[in-house]
């Protein structure tokens, strides 16, 4: 006969590894508040959104094999930057190194074949379950190379997961009406359900020599595209989605500066200090700081978890010579 002595195994007594074989990668940029405020501190805030912004869930393809299991160390990377006022780039260690807080979902299901799109209503039976995630981001090195074609080296150091993968399915007593959105999306994209999430999430930030500080709480609902719309747009070309890619959000942040959902906005471009006890403040991550994320769903005495993401940066690679 079975005991929980034999059945339930103490966690700290095992290895977690990453939870699928990821294949491909994608992430989205997907919350309204992130984008809005990212777009005003660069550009301002009559031109804050991009004008195909509120009409496609804008995304990019990110790098599968850096994508790393919860506690696994992310070493600063090198690279290069265009310091304020320079006129020739440098080499070196990120100065400006962020996490973001995102959640991401596993494709599962059926897939599709090259060149048949899936249809946004029938897009849910491709969604196996939702994991927290980090994606940790150079700024100062995506500042200087993201144009013209997105993020590249500011992106591809590591992108963290939880062990975790919560079933879709496990979620139906939290689904939400889907965010607003305005203007209209065209025909595409709109889809007939809801398809959205009451998660609760939360970033804590852990100097190497102090307790964790909570730093920001934000929730799922915020984002403005919906999974559904993701795979829609993704698919719409015949692009072909296989079981185990990774489709990540974006970062998520609420309307509040409490709830940004990266050092980028909660420092406002480093404007300002995010005040850690001790007397001890940050703008960005610095060596040794360690990043906890984590998600739970609660409602009538029911609650469900996401586990934990974490990950401490490690000193950049001494300079080659």
Same mark, same amino acid.
């Given at each position: 006969?079975?005991?929980?002595?034999?059945?339930?195994?103490?966690?700290?007594?095992?290895?977690?590894? *990453?939870?699928?074989?990821? #294949? +491909?990668?994608?992430?989205?940029?997907?919350?309204?508040?992130?984008?809005?405020?990212?777009?005003?501190?660069?550009?301002?805030?009559?031109?804050?959104?991009?004008?195909?912004?509120?009409?496609?869930?804008?995304?990019?393809?990110?790098?599968?094999?850096?994508?790393?299991?919860?506690?696994?160390?992310?070493?600063?990377?090198?690279?290069?930057?265009?310091?304020?006022?320079?006129?020739?780039? %440098?080499?070196?260690?990120?100065? *400006?190194?962020?996490?973001?807080?995102?959640?991401?979902?596993?494709?599962?299901?059926?897939?599709?074949?090259?060149?048949?799109?899936?249809?946004? +209503?029938?897009?849910? =039976? @491709?969604?196996?379950?939702?994991?927290?995630? @980090?994606?940790?981001?150079?700024?100062?090195?995506?500042? &200087?190379?993201?144009?013209?074609?997105?993020?590249?080296?500011? =992106?591809?150091?590591?992108?963290?997961? $939880?062990?975790?993968?919560?079933?879709?399915?496990?979620?139906?007593?939290?689904? *939400?009406?889907?965010?607003?959105?305005?203007?209209?999306?065209?025909?595409?994209?709109?889809?007939?359900?809801?398809?959205?999430? +009451?998660?609760?999430?939360? %970033?804590?930030?852990?100097?190497?020599? /102090?307790?964790?500080? *909570?730093?920001? =709480?934000?929730?799922?609902?915020?984002?403005? &595209?919906?999974?559904?719309?993701?795979?829609?747009?993704?698919?719409?070309?015949?692009?072909?989605?296989?079981?185990?890619?990774?489709?990540? $959000?974006?970062?998520? $942040?609420?309307?509040?500066?409490?709830?940004?959902?990266?050092?980028?906005?909660?420092? &406002?471009?480093?404007?300002?200090?995010?005040?850690?006890?001790?007397?001890?403040?940050?703008?960005?991550?610095?060596?040794?700081?360690?990043?906890?994320?984590?998600?739970?769903?609660? =409602? @009538?005495?029911?609650?469900? #978890?996401?586990?934990?993401?974490?990950? /401490?940066?490690?000193?950049?690679?001494?300079?080659?010579?």
């Amino acid at each position: 006969m079975w005991t929980s002595r034999k059945a339930i195994i103490p966690q700290t007594d095992i290895s977690l590894h *990453l939870p699928a074989q990821i #294949g +491909d990668y994608t992430d989205f940029y997907s919350s309204i508040h992130h984008a809005t405020n990212v777009g005003i501190m660069f550009r301002g805030p009559d031109n804050a959104l991009m004008p195909n912004w509120r009409h496609l869930p804008v995304g990019y393809h990110g790098r599968a094999s850096s994508v790393v299991v919860s506690g696994t160390p992310i070493r600063r990377p090198l690279g290069q930057t265009l310091p304020e006022g320079a006129e020739k780039p %440098v080499f070196g260690a990120c100065r *400006l190194l962020d996490f973001e807080l995102e959640m991401a979902f596993f494709i599962g299901g059926p897939g599709n074949r090259l060149g048949e799109p899936i249809r946004v +209503d029938e897009a849910w =039976k @491709n969604v196996f379950g939702f994991t927290l995630m @980090n994606d940790w981001s150079a700024r100062d090195i995506q500042k &200087w190379e993201y144009v013209p074609l997105g993020p590249f080296t500011a =992106k591809n150091l590591g992108t963290t997961i $939880s062990p975790w993968v919560v079933p879709t399915a496990a979620l139906k007593p939290f689904l *939400l009406d889907n965010f607003p959105q305005e203007p209209e999306v065209l025909p595409y994209l709109r889809q007939s359900v809801p398809f959205n999430f +009451d998660i609760n999430l939360e %970033v804590s930030l852990k100097p190497s020599d /102090q307790n964790e500080a *909570l730093i920001s =709480k934000s929730n799922f609902k915020h984002l403005y &595209w919906t999974p559904l719309q993701q795979i829609a747009h993704h698919t719409v070309t015949g692009c072909n989605l296989r079981p185990g890619d990774l489709m990540a $959000s974006g970062t998520i $942040s609420g309307e509040t500066p409490d709830s940004y959902g990266s050092l980028l906005e909660l420092c &406002w471009k480093g404007t300002k200090n995010v005040e850690l006890p001790g007397g001890k403040s940050r703008k960005f991550l610095q060596d040794y700081d360690e990043v906890i994320i984590r998600g739970h769903c609660e =409602k @009538n005495g029911l609650r469900i #978890g996401f586990g934990e993401c974490v990950g /401490q940066v490690l000193p950049a690679h001494p300079l080659p010579q």
